[in-house]
């Protein structure tokens, strides 16, 4: 794949960290004759192992920058989690995952689908896993750890899972499957060498090998703003708008959520929460 070439954005975003730093920041003896304050050029290109004409033609937009290096540039220039994504960004790259395990950005957020107590939310990481869900996902969809943690996964959900297709019901299950399934496909294919990723498609592959044309498909999407129907059993009808979210500080995760469309199925689900006979696991797949 070819090396996207620096922008002109990038070269002024280094510039100003580079004149944020002082030689003795970065382990360098601090020298009284500088003319402008921060670190010389030629400084960063040492540290970062590049030529000095290169990293000046980085600054000037006039060369192509592996990640790699700008990560290796980004260290030395002690960016952090959030510059180090704007970095790659201007640079054409996808952003890399937060370091924190998905148990720790989940448990951070677990605050937040809590305070949609009406409205089932879920936090997905970067292979649409579930890391966390409220009380009123579990009521509505089935609890997720009720499925073996290797189908505990919205992409299988909306595709093998019986009780969310019956609840939605086929007029919106295939739309909103095939919604989910490319918006996933658009994710996925930055990482086309994860190891979740594949394992997923072996087991949709064994679990629904009717749906084998979608797996096949390359069109993708995204998971956008719409209006589906849910009727849990012995319920009415649920009307609710499904829109995704992503955490500014886990940006490969997904927080998709489910808000009633009126005061009527705000209260069917506070109802559904509050019937623990409802909250029982989805459909009877046992671990393999």
Same mark, same amino acid.
């Given at each position: 794949?070819?090396?996207?070439? %620096?922008?002109?954005?990038?070269?002024?975003?280094?510039?100003?960290?580079?004149?944020?730093?002082?030689?003795?920041?970065?382990?360098?003896?601090?020298?009284?004759?500088?003319?402008?304050?921060?670190?010389?050029?030629?400084?960063?290109?040492?540290?970062?192992?590049?030529?000095?004409?290169?990293?000046?033609?980085?600054?000037?937009?006039?060369?192509?920058?592996?990640?790699?290096?700008?990560?290796?540039?980004?260290?030395?220039?002690?960016?952090?989690?959030?510059?180090?994504?704007?970095?790659?960004?201007?640079?054409?790259?996808?952003?890399?995952?937060?370091?924190?395990?998905?148990?720790?950005?989940?448990?951070?957020?677990?605050?937040?689908?809590?305070?949609?107590?009406?409205?089932?939310?879920?936090?997905?990481?970067?292979?649409?896993?579930?890391?966390?869900?409220?009380? %009123?996902?579990?009521?509505?969809?089935?609890?997720?750890?009720?499925?073996?943690?290797?189908?505990?996964?919205?992409?299988?959900?909306?595709? %093998?899972?019986?009780?969310?297709?019956?609840?939605?019901?086929?007029?919106?299950?295939?739309?909103?499957?095939?919604?989910?399934?490319?918006?996933?496909?658009?994710?996925?294919?930055?990482?086309?060498?994860?190891?979740?990723?594949?394992?997923?498609?072996?087991?949709?592959?064994?679990?629904?090998?009717?749906?084998?044309?979608?797996?096949?498909?390359?069109?993708?999407?995204?998971?956008?703003?719409?209006?589906?129907?849910?009727?849990?059993?012995?319920? %009415?009808?649920?009307?609710?708008?499904?829109?995704?979210?992503?955490?500014?500080?886990?940006?490969?995760?997904?927080?998709?959520?489910?808000?009633?469309?009126?005061?009527?199925?705000?209260?069917?689900?506070?109802?559904?929460?509050?019937?623990?006979?409802?909250?029982?696991?989805?459909?009877?797949?046992?671990?393999?």
């Amino acid at each position: 794949m070819p090396t996207p070439v %620096a922008g002109r954005g990038l070269g002024a975003f280094l510039r100003a960290h580079r004149a944020l730093l002082k030689p003795e920041d970065v382990g360098l003896p601090a020298t009284s004759r500088r003319r402008t304050p921060g670190l010389r050029r030629e400084e960063v290109a040492s540290l970062s192992g590049v030529s000095i004409a290169w990293y000046t033609w980085l600054e000037q937009g006039r060369v192509a920058a592996s990640r790699q290096v700008l990560e290796s540039v980004a260290r030395v220039l002690r960016l952090d989690e959030g510059e180090l994504r704007h970095a790659l960004r201007l640079g054409g790259y996808h952003e890399p995952e937060t370091a924190r395990a998905p148990e720790q950005w989940g448990a951070s957020l677990q605050p937040v689908l809590d305070s949609w107590p009406t409205s089932p939310a879920v936090l997905l990481d970067r292979a649409f896993d579930m890391v966390a869900w409220n009380a %009123a996902w579990a009521a509505l969809w089935g609890e997720p750890t009720a499925l073996p943690a290797g189908r505990r996964n919205l992409m299988w959900l909306v595709a %093998a899972d019986e009780r969310l297709r019956a609840v939605l019901g086929d007029s919106d299950w295939e739309p909103l499957a095939m919604s989910v399934f490319r918006h996933f496909r658009a994710q996925a294919g930055a990482e086309p060498a994860d190891e979740r990723v594949d394992e997923l498609y072996r087991r949709l592959a064994a679990d629904v090998p009717e749906l084998s044309h979608w797996w096949n498909c390359h069109s993708v999407g995204g998971l956008t703003t719409r209006v589906v129907t849910a009727t849990p059993a012995g319920g %009415a009808p649920i009307r609710l708008s499904l829109s995704s979210l992503r955490p500014v500080d886990a940006p490969g995760s997904l927080i998709v959520l489910f808000t009633p469309k009126s005061r009527q199925d705000g209260t069917a689900v506070a109802d559904l929460v509050d019937r623990p006979l409802r909250r029982v696991g989805s459909s009877a797949w046992k671990a393999g």
